[in-house]
């Protein structure tokens, strides 16, 4: 019986011992190869977009044609007729501009002839163009102008600020065979309530240097004030006509002061003894396509006679005609 007890014992023992291993043991860790396969990147090729740089372009081509005629010419003297072609050029912020024009006399009875070196003449603009924030623009630009008998040179600024606008004009005049002259042509303020324009315009001229065919050698020194007035009078979306008045204020030219009497102020005149007044229609063929025309009338009653026979007043008539083409 001992025998048999300790056997059953020992079996008991070694039992309990495997199933205590059995519970303690550490499974066996499972490694599952990564069969991920890395694909290499390929960069495709990146268009590079090249920055727009300033380029010349066209931006309009036209013509025009002025008729001037002055009131009491001789008979047959239809007045001086000017053909003028323009183009325009831009880049981003500059815009350019080219004015050739030609000028004749016409007369029924002798056809047409020279109209002057004042004329005839090329015009070459450049302005550059800046704009703020808060949508106000002004220029800075120039003028060459070359006449037959004489070459001008422009400083030129203009700016529009919501309801104000303006520009000014500095020119330097050469001459051949007179006297040069510095001159400034503003309207340095035009006020804009509603559809109406209105602002002062200022022309002064001031001789330097000598010449002999300019006022027996006195120096030239004329100023002229106007006030300007434009307002719309019927528009829709292919017409627009358009009118302008001009109140001469006060025109000087002090070179004839010390001339006789009768020919003492011939261009002279004081207030409201000036005035002008024109009409402009503006037809939009298409998109591109414009017409133009306008005429302007004006009287003028100097404080002196020409002669002492003659007629104290000038009446002076202008006519245009043109064509523009938008790119």
């Known amino acids: 019986m001992k025998k048999l007890a300790l056997i059953l014992g020992s079996l008991l023992v070694v039992g309990t011992v495997t199933q205590a291993k059995e519970i303690i043991a550490v499974p ?7 069969t991920t396969i890395v694909q290499p990147v390929v960069v495709e090729d990146v268009a590079v977009v090249a920055q727009n740089q300033p380029t010349l372009r ?20 239809v007045g001086t007729i000017m053909l003028a072609n323009t183009v325009g050029l831009a880049t981003e912020n500059w815009t350019f501009g080219v004015m050739a024009r030609k000028g004749w006399n016409a007369d029924t009875d002798n ?8 004329q005839s003449r090329i015009d070459l603009d450049a302005w550059r163009n800046f704009s703020t924030e808060n949508g106000s623009t002004y220029s800075l630009g120039a003028r060459w102008r070359q006449e037959t008998n004489k070459d001008s040179f422009y400083l030129r600024t203009k ?8 520009y000014a004009d500095a020119k330097y005049v050469a001459n051949e065979g007179s006297q040069n002259i510095y001159e400034i042509e503003t309207m340095p303020v035009k006020l804009t ?11 002064g001229k001031y001789g330097v240097g000598s010449g002999t065919t300019t006022n027996e050698g006195r120096n030239i020194n004329t100023t002229t004030s106007q006030i300007r007035a434009y307002f719309p009078i019927y528009k829709n979306d292919k017409i627009a006509l358009t009118g302008e008045y001009r109140l001469g204020l006060h025109k000087a030219d002090r070179a004839t002061e010390t001339k006789t009497t009768e ?6 005149y004081k207030f409201a003894q000036y005035n002008r007044a024109q009409l402009s229609l503006d037809y939009n063929y298409t998109e591109n396509l414009s017409f133009s025309t306008y005429y302007a009338y004006e009287i003028t009653k100097p404080q002196q006679k020409a002669t002492p026979s ?18």
Do not use: C, H, R
Request: glycine share 16%.
């Open 28 to 34: 066996t860790p499972i490694v599952v190869e990564d």
């Open 58 to 77: 066209v931006t309009n081509v036209g013509q025009s044609i002025e008729v001037d005629n002055n009131a009491g010419s001789e008979n047959g003297n």
């Open 111 to 118: 056809g047409f002839t020279n109209a002057g070196s004042d």
């Open 159 to 166: 700016y529009d600020v919501g309801m104000f606008t303006g």
């Open 193 to 203: 309530v509603g559809t109406v324009t209105m602002g002062y315009y200022f022309d």
């Open 263 to 268: 020919l003492k102020g011939t261009n002279d």
């Open 310 to 327: 003659s007629n104290n007043q000038k009446y002076y008539g202008e006519f245009g005609l043109g064509w523009n083409y938008a790119f």
